[in-house]
């Protein structure tokens, strides 16, 4: 049974930064693409950057290219995002996600429709 468990929210000052983590369970992750997609209560769940299974490829969204990093150590089961220049518009509920299918993370673009597997959210917010 496939398990995600986010980690790292909290409140920030704008400028400032975060990381959030997903503990992973439940199947081979290294297999796994993964990714991390927020959502604004009332509005679309939103990709926020996806990461092939060896770390080969990486997709940003282009409203956090450059300020958001997203990285995974497969040897703790554990994805990352870490987060710097943070602005209130970024302000959401941030989940973890994964596909067990390669194509998500090797196409450009985040669709989260490709994704099966999800964890309950952390939050995020960002004042002004």
């Known amino acids: 049974q496939v398990q995600l468990v986010e980690s790292g929210g909290g409140s920030v000052q704008a400028g400032g930064s975060l990381r959030l983590s997903c503990a992973a369970s439940?199947?081979?992750?290294?297999?796994?693409?993964m990714g991390w997609f927020r959502q604004v209560s009332g509005k679309e769940r939103e990709g926020v950057a996806t990461?092939?299974?060896?770390?080969?490829?990486?997709y940003y969204a282009d409203s956090v290219k450059g300020r958001f990093t997203i990285s995974r150590d497969n040897a703790k089961n554990t994805l990352y995002l870490q987060m710097t220049s943070l602005k209130p518009e970024d302000t959401a509920m941030y989940y973890c996600?994964?596909?067990?299918?390669?194509?998500?993370?090797?196409?450009?673009?985040?669709?989260?429709?490709?994704?099966?597997?999800w964890g309950q959210g952390t939050q995020v917010t960002v004042s002004s």
């Open positions: 990461l092939s299974s060896g770390g080969r490829y990486k």
């Open positions: 439940g199947y081979t992750y290294s297999n796994y693409c």
């Open positions: 996600a994964a596909s067990s299918s390669w194509y998500p993370c090797a196409t450009p673009g985040i669709r989260i429709a490709d994704f099966g597997y």
